[in-house]
């Protein structure tokens, strides 16, 4: 029997592959993984689509941390899964990009065409009128209308969750939609309690049904919002190759299970698989 890095070698040399990503492609690129081994750090409970919507004093709290969190995921930068990724799009190998996570990454390494599932921490839309903005744009706005809070976030070492006293989280003024005025903004990305869109998800299951293979990396697939796509390939018939460090959901389903740090294996297939590594800005 082949050991499961030439298996998952193997099958993806073959092409056709969907890519499903999930939290642990990233936590090599310092953004902490809630779900996965090192998720013990969590310190707040996940914001609710219902909570944020109706809890005035919870969007606040959930802002002042954003603004603060900003700062590590606004200069997060690929690792060399995500560039391992791009470079098998880039050789043909690749069909398809689905991923979890909304720190745009993916793109960031050069890859094309990614479906972001959960949406992406880069935009900010009113709920009210459904604007689409940048993030960075509302980030300085609201740096202008919080002077102090912004100085005090400036000096303290950023984890994501922020440790923030009360006082100053308190005192944090959101700001609302600079078009309608009045609209609750909130960042393009699925709370929990909030379901992912319909053509979104029908995208995804498309993608699944036309691959060869699909590769599950980094992802515990705890939620139902990404196993749903291991278990299609399964009544399909479609292989599932799983890269992630510990156990996941959808273990049970798949040809190959890569139980290994994504930062070497995926440099590793790319390199088994004679690819010119993509590295564009972020090599080291
Ligand atoms: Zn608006």
């Not at 690792?79 to 069909?95: E, F, I, K, P, Y």
């Not at 912004?150 to 609302?176: M, W, Y």
């Amino acid at each position: 029997m082949p050991d499961p890095l030439s298996a998952l070698i193997d099958l993806v040399a073959e092409g056709g592959v969907a890519v499903l990503s999930g939290a642990g492609l990233s936590t090599e690129s310092g953004i902490p993984d809630y779900r996965g081994p090192t998720g013990s750090a969590r310190k707040f409970a996940p914001m609710t689509y219902q909570t944020f919507t109706r809890d005035t004093a919870a969007r606040q709290r959930y802002w002042a941390r954003s603004y603060v969190g900003w700062r590590v995921i606004g200069r997060a930068a690929p690792n060399a899964g995500h560039r391992a990724v791009a470079g098998l799009q880039r050789a043909g190998l690749v069909s398809a990009v689905l991923t979890q996570n909304v720190d745009g990454l993916h793109q960031a390494a050069g890859a094309r065409d990614v479906v972001e599932l959960h949406g992406s921490i880069d935009r900010v839309v009113c709920l009210d009128c459904g604007q689409t903005t940048g993030r960075a744009e509302l980030d300085a706005r609201l740096r202008a209308a919080n002077p102090a809070f912004a100085a005090l976030a400036a000096a303290i070492n950023p984890d994501g969750d922020a440790d923030l006293d009360d006082a100053a989280v308190e005192a944090f003024r959101p700001v609302d939609c600079a078009r309608c005025r009045t609209g609750v903004l909130k960042p393009d990305v699925v709370f929990f309690g909030e379901t992912v869109p319909a053509e979104r998800v029908d995208r995804c299951f498309a993608s699944v049904a036309e691959a060869r293979a699909l590769l599950v990396l980094g992802s515990s697939l705890t939620v139902m919002s990404g196993r749903r796509f291991v278990l299609r390939a399964a009544k399909l018939g479609v292989p599932v190759a799983i890269v992630n460090q510990g156990p996941t959901r959808g273990d049970a389903y798949a040809a190959v299970k890569v139980d290994a740090p994504l930062g070497t294996v995926l440099p590793a297939l790319g390199d088994a698989l004679t690819l010119a590594q993509s590295g564009r800005s972020n090599e080291p």
